[in-house]
Every structure is written in C-alpha cells, then in structure tokens.
C-alpha cells in the first residue's frame, strides 16, 4: 500500500498564504498522478489543482492563479502553494496519489486531510 502523510495546513488571515506538502511513502510503487481536494463544511469533496506525471496540471477556475501545484518526484511529495486566500477557501484538503504497484497493480491513495482556516 502507498500511504500519503499531508503537512501545512493552519490558520492564515485572507490574504495570506500557506503551503501543502504531501509524501507518499511505501515500497515497490511507481506514481503517475497527484494532487489535491479540498472538501468544506457542508459541501462535497471537490478537485483542487492535480499534476500529472511532471508537469500536466490542472487547476479549479476558482483557485486559477492563486494556487500552484507541483511535485518532487524524487522524494514522490507533492506540493500547493496557495497564495491570496480567500474565507471560501476554508476546507480539509486531502492529498491524492495514484500510480501502480509491482508487477502492475493500479492503486489509488487519500492522505487523512489537513484543515486550512482562513480568517477575515
């Protein structure tokens, strides 16, 4: 099994930033994708920014130039640096990984979340 372990989550003041690290951890797994949901109070879990392979990536319209993904892959971590936070932006934010597990097995991954808290 590959297990996503998130850090950096915290409260911040509108306008500020914050940045998410995830690291995969296990043995014998290869990652294709990562990324990161977000899921609030009272709302479904929902797509934030996800990379795939180095350097495909795609983001929510509502985090578009504020948020940025990216990955070390490496150290098989991924990042979000989210700049200009907003109230709507207070949330769980879960890590996602997905990839194979020798000899080939497909896996998918969901770290246990970090809580962002944006005050205005």
């Known amino acids: 099994q590959v297990q996503l372990v998130e850090s950096g989550g915290g409260l911040v003041q509108a306008g500020g930033s914050l940045r998410l690290s995830c690291a995969a951890s296990?043995?014998?797994?290869?990652?294709?994708?990562m990324g990161w949901y977000r899921q609030a109070p009272g709302k479904q879990r929902e797509l934030v920014a996800i990379?795939?392979?180095?350097?495909?990536?795609n983001y929510a319209d509502s985090v578009k130039g504020r948020f940025t993904i990216s990955r070390d892959n490496a150290k098989n971590t991924v990042y979000l640096q989210m700049s200009s936070l907003k109230p709507e932006d207070i949330a769980v934010y879960y890590c996602?990984?997905?990839?194979?597990?020798?000899?080939?097995?497909?896996?998918?991954?969901w770290g246990q979340g970090t809580r962002v808290t944006v005050s205005s």
């Open positions: 990379i795939i392979s180095s350097s495909n990536t």
């Open positions: 996602y990984a997905a990839g194979f597990l020798d000899p080939g097995r497909p896996f998918h991954s």
């Open positions: 296990g043995s014998g797994f290869s990652i294709n994708t």
